[in-house]
């Protein structure tokens, strides 16, 4: 066997390994959106939240920053402001600009339920790169909580998504949590492909990492944040001129002396028709916002995509004379069958295995584009 060969071989072993390790990691650690134990009852979410490390009732406020209105804009706040209700959490959404047409929707949402604390804010924040981070501050400003839930405009979560934050931050020493999300494609072939990267690629490898090293880092979709964790962190001012400032807000309350924890609800990130260039920049950003705040485990995500070894290990069968075929064929299938195990989790559908092996080749063409230019912040 050649060098090269033999080389492929390895890399094409890790990878393999690592796609089993990584989508057992999901099973253990994901309960699906729809789940009915996530949802709880009303009872006992309002237990549950008004418990939570001894959090008074009416302590823990839901925070989101809004920016502009998509299709699905309305129906991801609306299952916020359920959540919260059915926790008696309070909610704050902000927007920074009065003519933003997220500011009308919201406050019609707000509206339909007038037994709910909550308040929009119309504000521009305070100067700042990451504009995100800028809108929170003007809706949270000279106002506290025991704990933040922090989630963006695009986001769909579970009835009980604030009993599940507010729970994993119950355990002595926690003041942070994250969980995982999964994204949900509009009718676009891109959007199903952008879909297919999340979920297929991304969510297993949080859940391998959370699994593998403990919890180190923080996912901008869906963030809970004790009151004192983090002021002791520097407060939101801190994470302005972050581009990654999930990561950042990880960062900064481990700092401080707090554990992070992983709660097991998969939230849903609701796209949007945007057409490829939206899609593809995403991503994008999202990988070169990783390589910026993890360069060294950034570098070495290569060792884990098994489409470069596999499809170089054919074309030498190939040229050998040999039906190299039969290794990508083979190494799809398994991975198929492994990922179909798990599609509740991970939102798949049976017309989504044919576009898997796009998908796999397509992550590694999307991590390669993270390597090159800045990381950008997030303009909402």
Request: hydrophobic share 50%; with cysteine.
């Amino acid at each position: 066997m050649s060098v090269l060969a033999a080389a492929l071989s390895l890399w094409a072993s890790v990878a393999f390994a690592y796609r089993a390790l990584a989508l057992r990691a999901v099973a253990a650690l994901c309960a699906p959106p729809d789940d009915d134990e996530a949802a709880g009852s009303h009872a006992d979410a309002v237990g549950a939240a008004r418990g939570a490390s001894g959090l008074a009732a009416g302590a823990v406020v839901a925070l989101r920053p809004l920016r502009g209105a998509g299709a699905g804009t309305e129906a991801c706040l609306e299952s916020l402001l359920d959540a919260a209700e059915r926790a008696g959490a309070q909610v704050w959404l902000g927007v920074e600009d009065a003519a933003d047409p997220a500011a009308p929707l919201a406050r019609a949402a707000l509206a339909r339920r007038p037994g709910l604390r909550a308040e929009l804010r119309v504000g521009r924040g305070p100067d700042g790169a990451n504009r995100k981070v800028a809108n929170l501050l003007q809706a949270a400003a000279g106002r506290k909580a025991d704990l933040w839930l922090l989630t963006d405009g695009d986001v769909r979560v579970p009835p009980g998504y604030a009993m599940r934050m507010a729970a994993a931050c119950e355990a002595p020493g926690v003041g942070f949590a994250t969980s995982p999300y999964r994204s949900v494609p509009a009718r676009s072939v891109a959007s199903r492909l952008d879909a297919l990267l999340t979920n297929t690629h991304f969510l297993p490898s949080v859940c391998f990492a959370a699994r593998l090293e403990g919890v180190h880092f923080g996912l901008g979709a869906s963030i809970a944040v004790r009151g004192d964790a983090l002021e002791r962190a520097g407060g939101f001012e801190a994470l302005l001129p972050l581009a990654a400032d999930d990561y950042g807000l990880a960062q900064h309350v481990e700092a401080a002396g707090y554990a992070l924890a992983f709660a097991p609800v998969v939230v849903e990130h609701v796209l949007e028709d945007e057409g490829w260039g939206a899609a593809l920049g995403r991503q994008l950003r999202w990988a070169r916002a990783t390589r910026s705040a993890r360069p060294l485990g950034y570098a070495g995500q290569l060792s884990v995509h098994g489409a470069p070894p596999v499809l170089g290990l054919a074309a030498l069968w190939l040229a050998a004379g040999g039906p190299g075929w039969l290794l990508p064929l083979g190494w799809w299938a398994v991975q198929l069958a492994h990922l179909w195990r798990r599609r509740t989790v991970l939102g798949l559908r049976a017309s989504d295995l044919a576009w898997l092996p796009a998908v796999d080749v397509l992550a590694v063409a999307v991590w390669a584009g993270g390597l090159v230019g800045e990381p950008e912040p997030p303009r909402a």
